[in-house]
């Protein structure tokens, strides 16, 4: 069975610059996550996908993140205007449904840099 | 609002040395408790878990984590640890209901010393 999949796994930009994530997640997974992981700390949730409706986006910066899960399987996250707090590793994460929510499977990341 | 606290940043310990990495937890509700690990480059990937029933739980690489109610407490221990274990370790809380999110921990770093 693949695992999660994120490309692209390293980016640097500079500031007000934007950029964009994406994520594959398991197949037949109809919850999809996205994780902000900033050096020296745990992840923190995003966003939270059900097939293709959000479940969950209350620690989402909206007025510079965006994140979409057309069809319910792909799912992109935008950075647009990046700042330099938006330094982090960026997960997604996968789980079979809502109810199995605490049995979570990580993609590798996608490192940003912001300078 | 649930949160985790692990008490250690790093814990340096050396080959066959037994490791002991601490996690409380503050919940109002009943909770399901987790251990993430982080290898060097690699995705987060499930150690262990608590969801009921016995509060020891194990995982098939040698760890353990006991939950402890009265403490809010998920430790984890190994009693030997191998240089392959060197890694980053996440506790996680989720409440004990469905669709719940995770909410993890700082992390520990564990180097593992030959």
């Known amino acids: 069975e693949a695992g999660v999949a994120q490309s692209p796994r390293y980016k640097i930009i500079e500031k007000r610059q934007s950029v964009a994530f994406w994520c594959n997640p398991i197949s037949g997974h109809a919850t999809l996550y996205w994780y902000q992981q900033i050096l020296g700390q745990g992840p923190k949730l995003l966003i939270q996908?059900?097939?293709?409706?959000?479940?969950?986006d209350s620690q989402l910066p909206k007025d510079r993140f965006s994140a979409e899960r057309l069809k319910g399987v792909d799912s992109t996250l935008k950075i647009q205007p990046a700042k330099l707090e938006d330094s982090a590793v960026y997960l997604c994460?996968?789980?079979?449904?809502?109810?199995?929510?605490?049995?979570?499977?990580f993609g590798p990341g996608t490192r940003l840099t912001v300078t | 609002a649930q949160s985790v606290t692990q008490l250690d940043s790093q814990v340096p310990v050396f080959e066959e040395a037994p490791v002991e990495l601490r996690c409380n937890y503050s919940s109002s509700v009943s909770v399901y408790l987790f251990w993430y690990v982080q290898y060097p480059n690699q995705g987060l990937q499930l150690l262990l878990k608590?969801?009921?029933?016995?509060?020891l739980v194990e995982s098939i690489n040698g760890f353990e984590a006991e939950f402890n109610k009265s403490q809010t407490s998920f430790h984890l221990r190994k009693p030997s640890v191998h240089i392959s274990d060197t890694a980053e370790y996440f506790c996680?809380?989720?409440?004990?209901?469905?669709?719940?999110?995770?909410?993890f921990g700082g992390g520990t770093r564990v180097l593992v010393k030959p």
């Open positions: 994460a996968s789980s079979l449904d809502l109810a199995l929510a605490y049995e979570q499977y």
């Open positions: 608590y969801l009921s029933g016995s509060t």
């Open positions: 996908f059900q097939n293709n409706g959000v479940v969950d």
């Open positions: 996680a809380v989720s409440k004990g209901a469905a669709g719940n999110k995770l909410t």
